[in-house]
């Protein structure tokens, strides 16, 4: 049992409340699994030919070093990789950097500058933030309260197929500006994994949810619309499951045939919000008039910007 969170603002004014809505959003779920906790928060792009990168650093340290770590960080990448990189934000796990966007090469000079290190999540909107522990222990320890942007996605964990460490824990961001939440269960990620890897597609973990977000993730990349990447899904794996992805430009959800892991959608004028149970959305303003319904088996709902 997981806990999904999502909530898609229509209404640019309510972009500076990001944070102060989803923190309460994603605290709700942690009846619904506490052994790790994440975010996707997609916010104002960089502009073309940069990408923010989410980096969790094997030894982040205590702020004043960090802080200083993370302006060394920058140097020797800006050095490395011949384009201006820079700190947009230090974190308890790392950092959060501002580079170009030829992903391979940014990644290759950081794991020779900080061996051990670990980009989560990349794209020119997206920042992925995730660790073990409780909900609220995660939104404390990042501060997600104060956060801006336009769309969040978010997850609560309770492993019942892998480990409980930051790398199984959701959100999953495999290419630029994607990020897949999952409640349920495939029973076959073993048999797609083997055909992505064919493919020369590599999954890190051994967490269902990535192969999810790499099928995902290769339809995308191929052109497909987020219909047809989440008809992939459906198509390839099997199991009960609820889907919740978040691209820079959209949101959307997919239950499967059976519809047996719980979703409720509310929209309004100003927002869309998404989660396993009505209770996690009752701190929205303007719930009570909100449109409420619950997606049928198989139903795709996407809502674009």
């Not at 949101?251 to 409720?264: E, G, H, M, Q, T």
Request: negative net charge.
């Amino acid at each position: 049992m997981c806990g999904i969170v999502g909530l898609h603002l229509k209404a640019a004014g309510r972009e500076p409340d990001l944070g102060s809505l989803i923190a309460p959003m994603i605290d709700c779920m942690g009846s619904r699994g506490s052994d790790s906790a994440g975010l996707a928060i997609f916010s104002s792009p960089l502009p073309p030919g940069r990408f923010r990168y989410s980096v969790r650093l094997p030894e982040p340290g205590v702020e004043a070093q960090a802080q200083a770590g993370a302006r060394r960080l920058a140097e020797e990448l800006t050095a490395a990789t011949g384009q201006p990189v820079e700190c947009e934000r230090v974190r308890p796990d790392g950092v959060v950097l501002a580079a170009g966007d030829d992903v391979d090469r940014v990644v290759e000079e950081l794991v020779r500058a900080r061996p051990g290190a670990v980009v989560m999540g990349f794209g020119r909107s997206l920042e992925i933030v995730k660790d073990t522990g409780s909900p609220r222990e995660v939104c404390e320890r990042f501060g997600i309260a104060d956060r801006h942007g336009f769309q969040a996605v978010g997850h609560t964990r309770m492993a019942t197929e892998s480990a409980v460490t930051i790398d199984h824990s959701h959100p999953f961001a495999p290419t630029q500006d994607l990020a897949v939440v999952h409640n349920g269960s495939f029973s076959n990620p073993s048999t797609v994994r083997r055909k992505l890897e064919e493919e020369g597609i590599t999954c890190i973990t051994d967490n269902d949810t990535e192969v999810a977000a790499r099928l995902i993730g290769r339809e995308l990349s191929r052109g497909g619309d987020m219909h047809a990447a989440l008809k992939e899904v459906g198509n390839e794996m099997d199991g009960f499951y609820t889907l919740l992805v978040a691209t820079d430009r959209e949101i959307a959800v997919v239950r499967d045939s059976f519809a047996c892991k719980p979703l409720v959608v509310a929209e309004t004028d100003e927002y869309v919000a998404i989660t396993s149970e009505y209770i996690a959305m009752t701190s929205l303003p303007g719930i009570e008039s909100a449109h409420v319904f619950e997606p049928k088996p198989e139903e795709i709902h996407v809502w674009q910007r």
